[in-house]
C-alpha cells in the first residue's frame, strides 16, 4: 500500500487532527504525533467541558471530545473556539428537537405561524447554538459566503424576532473570519 499524503505514513488508525490551518501535512494521529502535539490536544480536551462540550462516542485520540465542525478536526481551530467561548462567557447547547429560532426565543419548535431554520440558506453553514448563565443567547454561523439574498433573511429574522415577538435581538454579519477559520465569514443572532 503506498503512503498516502496527509496522513504521515499513518495506515493504521488514520484518525487524528490537524496542527496547522489548512494543511495537510500537518495531520498527526496519536502515533504521529510529537509529545508536545499530544500534551496540546490533552490539555485542549481537559476544557472541553468548561464550554459545554460533552464526550464523544469516538474513544480515539483527538476525539474524545464532540467538538462542532472545524474544530472537530482542528487544533488551531479548537485553540480561537476555546479563547471565544471562555472570553464571552458561553456554552455550546445541542438541544434536541428545536430549531434555532425556537431555541433562542425559549419556545418549543411546533406548528408556527414563524418559519424554522431547518435547511436551505447558505448562511446558516457550521451553524452552533450558545448558552450565557444557562439560557439562549447566541446562533452562530460561519459560512463561505454571505450572498445579499443571505443579508436580507438575516435582518428581516432580526426584524420580526423584535418587533413582532418581542424578543430583544441583535444580528450580524463580518467579514473576518470566526474560531471555525479557513477564510469562514461570521454570522450571529444575539439574545440580549
Given at each position: 500500500?503506498?503512503?498516502?499524503?496527509?496522513?504521515?505514513?499513518?495506515?493504521?488508525?488514520?484518525?487524528?487532527?490537524?496542527?496547522?490551518?489548512?494543511?495537510?501535512?500537518?495531520?498527526?494521529?496519536?502515533?504521529?504525533?510529537?509529545?508536545?502535539?499530544?500534551?496540546?490536544?490533552?490539555?485542549?480536551?481537559?476544557?472541553?467541558?468548561?464550554?459545554?462540550?460533552?464526550?464523544?462516542?469516538?474513544?480515539?485520540?483527538?476525539?474524545?471530545?464532540?467538538w462542532p465542525y472545524?474544530?472537530?478536526?482542528?487544533?488551531?481551530?479548537?485553540?480561537?473556539?476555546?479563547?471565544?467561548?471562555?472570553?464571552?462567557?458561553?456554552?455550546?447547547?445541542?438541544?434536541?428537537?428545536?430549531c434555532p429560532i425556537?431555541?433562542?426565543?425559549?419556545?418549543?419548535?411546533?406548528?408556527?405561524?414563524?418559519?424554522?431554520?431547518?435547511?436551505?440558506?447558505?448562511?446558516?453553514?457550521?451553524?452552533?447554538?450558545?448558552?450565557?448563565?444557562?439560557?439562549?443567547?447566541?446562533?452562530?454561523?460561519?459560512?463561505?459566503?454571505?450572498?445579499?439574498r443571505d443579508r436580507?433573511?438575516?435582518?428581516?429574522?432580526?426584524?420580526?424576532?423584535?418587533?413582532?415577538?418581542?424578543?430583544?435581538?441583535?444580528?450580524?454579519?463580518?467579514?473576518?473570519?470566526?474560531?471555525?477559520?479557513?477564510?469562514?465569514?461570521?454570522?450571529?443572532?444575539?439574545?440580549?
Amino acid at each position: 500500500m503506498a503512503d498516502l499524503p496527509g496522513y504521515n505514513n499513518c495506515r493504521a488508525c488514520r484518525r487524528g487532527v490537524h496542527f496547522v490551518d489548512g494543511d495537510v501535512d500537518s495531520y498527526r494521529c496519536f502515533r504521529h504525533a510529537s509529545d508536545a502535539e499530544r500534551e496540546l490536544v490533552d490539555a485542549l480536551d481537559a476544557q472541553a467541558p468548561r464550554i459545554g462540550l460533552k464526550e464523544s462516542e469516538d474513544w480515539l485520540w483527538g476525539h474524545w471530545y464532540d467538538w462542532p465542525y472545524g474544530p472537530n478536526i482542528g487544533v488551531p481551530a479548537r485553540q480561537r473556539l476555546i479563547q471565544w467561548a471562555t472570553e464571552n462567557r458561553l456554552r455550546e447547547a445541542r438541544p434536541k428537537r428545536r430549531c434555532p429560532i425556537h431555541w433562542l426565543m425559549g419556545r418549543p419548535c411546533g406548528r408556527s405561524e414563524y418559519p424554522c431554520l431547518e435547511g436551505g440558506s447558505d448562511w446558516r453553514d457550521h451553524m452552533t447554538l450558545w448558552t450565557k448563565g444557562g439560557k439562549p443567547h447566541l446562533i452562530v454561523a460561519q459560512p463561505y459566503e454571505v450572498t445579499d439574498r443571505d443579508r436580507r433573511h438575516v435582518s428581516g429574522l432580526v426584524f420580526d424576532l423584535n418587533v413582532v415577538k418581542g424578543l430583544p435581538v441583535t444580528g450580524a454579519i463580518r467579514e473576518e473570519s470566526g474560531w471555525y477559520g479557513y477564510g469562514a465569514l461570521w454570522v450571529e443572532v444575539r439574545r440580549g
